[in-house]
């Protein structure tokens, strides 16, 4: 009875084979666009222009594995395989390691915006949306380097429109900041000694239907602000941006 036992241990070894996983395998567009703009006819000093929007992660090459009947265990028992690659245990041959892709919540830049004017802009946005029946946006710090850095652009360049002299758009200015992909929408205001605040600033917004329109848009998800002021002979100036990007990963 025991080498009866024994024997039947011995068969269903080989007829199903030991288990060995490798590293899991694993596994971004522009949308139409078109400017809307809408100045201040009560207050030359002050301007307004909106302009609508238009992966997954690996981690290594390989995929779990499961040993194959009849095939020994110990394939990959005395192989060394270089740097980062890794053993197949199922063939004993080195496999490269391929790092797993930035997700997409890297590119987002999902985060608080930066205190004071930044975060009462922002508020003051989603708290209009949201009374308006729309979702509130998710705040990306990416979307808001891209927002501050065009606000001072305008100033710098001395134009007030969503292509700058050089050609690059909203678009371009958001992948060049990083963001996942360039379907974005944005809003741009400007004030001379006027809009110094973003409660001025959203009125001055807000006293558009295009604008409203634009910053009730339900396709859009993630927004990102930007501010700049200087002052010049003339007075103070005060640049105001909004900067929308939908949900989509390409």
């Not at 391929?98 to 997409?104: I, L, R, S, Y």
């Not at 602000?225 to 200087?230: A, E, I, K, M, P």
């Amino acid at each position: 009875m025991r080498a009866l036992i024994l024997r039947l241990l011995f068969v269903c070894t080989l007829a199903f084979g030991l288990g060995c996983n490798g590293p899991a395998g694993g596994g971004g567009g522009s949308g139409m666009s078109g400017d809307k703009s809408a100045g201040d006819p009560a207050q030359s000093s002050g301007q307004v222009e909106g302009q609508e929007q238009g992966q997954s992660t690996g981690q290594g090459s390989g995929s779990d594995s499961t040993q194959a009947e009849g095939v020994p265990a110990d394939l990959c028992l005395n192989v060394v395989c270089s740097g980062d690659d890794w053993c197949n245990p199922v063939t004993g041959e080195c496999m490269s390691y391929t790092p797993p892709e930035a997700g997409p919540e890297e590119c987002l830049g999902l985060g608080d915006p930066t205190p004071g004017v930044h975060q009462e802009f922002f508020e003051l946005l989603n708290e209009f949306r949201v009374v308006s029946g729309a979702d509130a946006l998710e705040y990306s710090v990416t979307l808001e380097a891209a927002a501050d850095a065009f606000a001072e652009q305008m100033w710098t360049e001395d134009f007030f429109s969503h292509t700058a002299p050089d050609g690059t758009t909203k678009g371009d200015r958001v992948l060049a900041a990083g963001f996942c992909h360039d379907g974005v929408g944005e809003n741009i205001a400007r004030g001379k000694n006027s809009r110094s605040t973003p409660g001025a600033a959203m009125e001055a917004l807000l006293d558009s239907t295009d604008h409203r329109n634009n910053m009730l848009t339900q396709s859009y998800r993630y927004v990102g602000v930007g501010f700049f002021t200087t002052t010049d002979e003339e007075g103070q100036w005060f640049w105001w941006v909004q900067v929308f990007a939908n949900d989509r990963s390409n």
